[in-house]
């Protein structure tokens, strides 16, 4: 398949240093168009969609965003935390608007299995599914989202 500019200048932006701290593409040799249809192929096999995942992950985010930086207790299931900092995040596609520049640190209490996300991610994972290339500082692998958000 042929690639459009677009594509090819949306990659370029992907894995530049410009918007995150080493590209959102980290190491992966693959195109975002290939780490998307990956990533969603892979979400398919596990019967979960990017939109589900994205509202779980948003859903966590504002119930610890509340408690001000404390850990909550969720559904006797979670440990969720928020930690904020100054500043934004743009998406690189590119949308209008800034994303807070905030992470979420989800913890699961039976397993221990912890996660960590920005807003960007979530917006990223429902408008564009896509989790970020393999090596990226904030790549989210589905596997693991699936396994700590709904299992
Ligand atoms: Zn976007």
Redesign the pocket.
């Known amino acids: 398949m042929k690639r459009s500019p677009s594509d090819i200048q949306l990659e370029k932006l992907l894995r530049s240093s410009k918007l995150a701290a080493g590209g959102f593409m980290g190491d992966d040799p693959r195109t975002p168009e290939e780490v998307i249809r990956e990533d969603a192929a892979c979400l398919e096999r596990l019967g979960k969609t990017a939109a589900q995942i994205a509202e779980r992950m948003r859903m966590l985010t504002e119930k610890a965003s509340a408690a001000l930086g404390n850990p909550v207790q969720l559904e006797d299931k979670f440990e969720v935390r928020c930690e904020e900092w100054k500043g934004g995040l743009i998406?690189?596609?590119?949308?209008p608007g800034r994303f807070p520049k905030r992470l979420t640190v989800c913890r699961r209490l039976d397993t221990g299995r912890q996660i960590v996300w920005s807003d960007l991610n979530i917006?990223?994972i429902e408008?564009?599914g896509f989790f970020e290339g393999k090596g990226a500082s904030y790549r989210l692998e589905p596997e693991d989202l699936v396994r700590v958000l709904f299992e």
């Open positions: 998406c690189p596609w590119p949308h917006h990223l408008a564009h």
